[in-house]
C-alpha cells in the first residue's frame, strides 16, 4: 500500500500547478491581445473584411472578431454591475436586519 504524500511534497505540487495555470492564463490574455491588435490594424489597412479560419477552420472577419470582443466586454461590465448591486443589496439588508446567526 502506497504511504500518503509529505505535506512539503504536497505544497510542491500545488505550486507547480498554480505556476502552469498562471502561464497558460497569461499566454491566453497575451494572445488576446495580440488578436486585437492584429484585428484593429486590418481594419484601419481598410483589410477588415477579409476571411480568416479559426483553430476550428470556421471562416471568421476582423469586424466580426472585433464585435465578439465588444460583445464580451459589455457583457463582463454588465456581469460585474449587477455583482455589485447584489453586494450592495446584501450590505443593506444585513445592516436593516443585522447578521444571520449560524445554526449550530
Same mark, same amino acid.
Given at each position: 500500500m502506497e504511504e500518503?504524500?509529505?505535506?512539503?511534497?504536497?505544497?510542491?505540487?500545488?505550486k507547480l500547478?498554480?505556476?502552469?495555470?498562471?502561464?497558460?492564463?497569461?499566454?491566453g490574455i497575451l494572445w488576446l491581445i495580440h488578436m486585437i491588435y492584429t484585428a484593429i490594424h486590418m481594419v484601419i489597412a481598410g483589410r477588415g473584411l477579409e476571411t480568416y479560419r479559426t483553430f476550428w477552420l470556421v471562416q471568421f472577419n476582423w469586424y466580426g472578431f472585433?464585435?465578439?470582443?465588444?460583445?464580451?466586454?459589455v457583457a463582463i461590465v454588465i456581469c460585474? @454591475?449587477?455583482?455589485?448591486?447584489? #453586494?450592495?443589496? @446584501?450590505?443593506?439588508?444585513q445592516? #436593516?436586519?443585522?447578521?444571520?446567526?449560524?445554526?449550530?
Open positions: 500518503p504524500a509529505e505535506p512539503s511534497q504536497k505544497r510542491s505540487k500545488d500547478v498554480f505556476y502552469g495555470i498562471a502561464t497558460c492564463g497569461l499566454g472585433l464585435a465578439f470582443v465588444l460583445a464580451c466586454a460585474l @454591475w449587477l455583482r455589485w448591486h447584489e #453586494k450592495m443589496q @446584501w450590505k443593506s439588508l445592516k #436593516k436586519y443585522g447578521r444571520r446567526k449560524p445554526y449550530i
